[in-house]
């Protein structure tokens, strides 16, 4: 009788346990993932291989866990004009007031070249599992995982002078 009291909050807590290890983990492997990305473009490697804003998708994804779907990541990489702008660009993007919001249809890749300020975001969809404790962010039962990398990019000789590519 006294297990049957305590089997529902036990799984309950378990469940609530596992999905949040779950998400903290994908986390921590986007932004860790991200950051080892972009790396190339802060010292021009994907640049001067003329890397495409598929292929960046790619090698983040080669590095999240097998769960987590690549078809629900989303790229940001956009030049800004100085410091400043990288915080104001998380305030149009509906960051600052803690929620995540979705990279949208203006997302960019751009191909940067010496010395710019860069800021690289994405964003991950999550399916939330139990629905116990970790609410939905949207109507279609997942959450959003965010990491963000801004940094300048390292002189490297970019060919063909100061002409940033992007791509929407």
Not at 59 to 65: A, E, S
Not at 79 to 91: A, G, I, Q
């Amino acid at each position: 009788m006294e297990f049957a009291l305590l089997v529902v909050p036990f799984f309950s807590l378990v469940f609530v346990i596992m999905e949040s290890g779950y998400q903290l983990f994908v986390t921590s492997t986007l932004d860790h993932s991200l950051r080892v990305e972009s790396r190339q473009l802060q010292i021009g490697a994907a640049q001067l291989a003329g890397m495409s804003a598929d292929e960046f998708k790619n090698k983040i994804c080669k590095r999240l866990p097998v769960m987590s779907a690549c078809d629900n990541l989303s790229v940001d990489v956009r030049v800004v004009d100085n410091w400043m702008k990288v915080t104001d660009r998380f305030r149009s993007s509906g960051l600052s007031d803690r929620r995540l919001a979705p990279i949208g249809a203006d997302s960019e890749f751009c191909l940067v070249t010496d010395n710019q300020i860069v800021l690289v975001r994405t964003f991950l969809k999550l399916p939330v599992i139990s629905g116990f404790w970790l609410v939905s962010d949207d109507a279609s039962g997942s959450r959003g995982v965010t990491a963000n990398h801004f940094f300048r990019v390292e002189p490297f000789g970019a060919p063909g002078g100061n002409s940033v590519k992007c791509m929407s």
